[in-house]
């Protein structure tokens, strides 16, 4: 009896095991595959077709056919608006099926005439989804601020351009690689500008102006990554062009705390005789930062005010410093005009004594282990207009702050000053930076109001249990 079940059970088992074996089906040669994904393309099943034909793209024998099948495909994807899929991934898999078939047979007309099909668009959707990362990276930040910051990273991209090419030849490869790099991202710093331009631009001739602007500017800075990876000598001229445009925006849009930190080391550069950078004299760079300091010093130091009186813990601001301030940046700049004018100008370590008095006066940040407040600030609003500070007197002694009965005869000299440099003065903006300075003052005040909002949405919003106090 024994016997009798171990064979039942030993029958069973075989055939259970031909069963499972005549379940799974034979595997499909290439050619039963190529005849099915046709068969799907024939009949409008991309999915389908793009499943089956797409392992056959290596193929020696359907992998010309396959390729260009799937490129047809994939490229009607990318163009079809009702198709629920990334143009950008469908037409970037049509551009590299194109090729594959291209390269079977390299003269055909045909296949090139699709390839050029192919990648057409691809350049300017993949500058698209730049754009949108770009954005997404600087969101929230201030423009004039990613501004400043390129000013220095122009600089040193101008300082190694000139240099890199004197080393053996895989370093310079090396350092050209990283320079390209280097300008890619300089280029990238206009994307957030141009997009807080076109949000407050007032009319449409007034953003096409500063659009032209801020792409001549882009193009300057992108010619120089593709120069540099070429490490051609040309790169250079690029540069400093780039370098020129930071520098000129940065002139129109600085904050009070980083114009002052730049007009500082300007003015002790121009009184060390230091090497100029870019052909631009020192005396030059320090007089466009003071007017700018004069112009937004107003303004922010309100709104210094105002978060101060919410904020505790920031330090006091007297009416008496910003007094001091405005009359010392007056004489400051009155003083520097007259070094621009000469070879060997006496006032420029006055000048820089004066900047410094300056810097101390302003608040000190005592979050910052005791730096001060001229240190940048990404919420500082900007004021185009060069309005007369208050107390901005002629006669009032270093160190001092003038005393009422002199402020009325202070402002109106001071009013009398501003509108001779706005009819002629030596380096007075023109009216189309000018331009530049109120619409980007208008996007810095759209970015101030936007993280207001955001900051009183917080005060509102409920503590989550592990963050109050019980």
């Not at 037409?91 to 192919?118: C, H, K, V, Y």
């Not at 007009?263 to 870019?278: K, T």
């Not at 940046?329 to 007259?338: A, D, G, P, Y």
């Amino acid at each position: 009896m024994k016997v009798v079940n171990s064979l039942t059970a030993a029958c069973l088992a075989i055939g259970a095991g031909f069963a499972l074996h005549a379940a799974e089906a034979p595997a499909q040669s290439e050619a039963e595959v190529w005849n099915a994904g046709v068969d799907a393309y024939r009949a409008n099943d991309t999915a389908n077709a793009l499943r089956l034909l797409r392992p056959l793209m290596l193929s020696r024998t359907f992998g010309a056919r396959a390729s260009e099948a799937v490129a047809a495909l994939s490229c009607k994807a990318a163009h079809d608006p009702l198709a629920n899929t990334n143009a950008l991934a469908n037409l970037e898999e049509s551009a590299r099926a194109a090729q594959i078939a291209l390269r079977a047979a390299p003269e055909d007309a045909r296949l090139n005439r699709n390839f050029t099909r192919s990648t057409e668009g691809l350049a300017a959707l993949r500058e698209a989804r730049h754009v949108d990362e770009v954005l997404a990276a600087a969101k929230g930040q201030d423009p004039a601020a990613l501004l400043d910051r390129a000013v220095d990273d122009a600089r040193r991209l101008l300082a190694a351009a000139g240099t890199y090419r004197t080393n053996a030849a895989p370093r310079a490869v090396e350092l050209a690689d990283g320079l390209a790099r280097q300008a890619a991202a300089l280029a990238d710093v206009w994307i957030p500008v141009r997009a807080a331009i076109a949000q407050s631009a007032t009319n449409e001739q007034q953003a096409a102006f500063l659009g032209e602007q801020i792409e001549a500017a882009q193009g300057h800075a992108r010619a120089a990554a593709e120069k540099l990876a070429d490490m051609d000598e040309a790169a250079y001229g690029e540069a400093a062009a780039a370098e020129a445009d930071v520098t000129r925006f940065n002139k129109l849009t600085a904050g009070a705390p980083q114009a002052l930190a730049r007009d500082l080391a300007a003015q002790s550069n121009a009184w060390q005789d230091a090497e100029r950078i870019n052909g631009r004299p020192w005396q030059n760079d320090a007089l466009d930062y003071t007017r700018r300091f004069r112009a937004a010093f107003p303004a922010w130091a309100r709104a210094y005010e105002q978060q101060a009186q919410s904020d505790t813990n920031k330090p006091p601001f007297t009416p008496e410093a910003q007094a001091e301030i405005s009359r010392l940046s007056t004489e400051v700049e009155k003083l520097q005009m007259e070094c621009a004018g000469k070879e060997l100008p006496p006032q420029q370590e006055k000048c820089v004594q004066m900047l410094e008095r300056i810097n101390e006066l302003m608040p000190k940040d005592k979050n910052s282990g005791g730096g001060n407040a001229s240190q940048p600030q990404n919420n500082a609003p900007r004021q185009d207009n060069r309005s007369p500070s208050p107390n901005d007197g002629q006669d009032g002694q270093k160190g001092k702050p003038d005393s009422a009965a002199d402020a009325p005869k202070s402002e109106d000299g001071q009013r009398r000053e501003d509108e001779e440099r706005e009819k002629g003065g030596p380096d007075a903006p023109s009216p189309g930076e000018q331009e530049i300075e109120a619409t980007l003052k208008k996007a810095q005040e759209r970015t101030d109001e936007h993280e207001a909002e955001k900051k009183a949405r917080m005060r509102k919003a409920a503590l989550p249990p592990n963050e109050r106090d019980w």
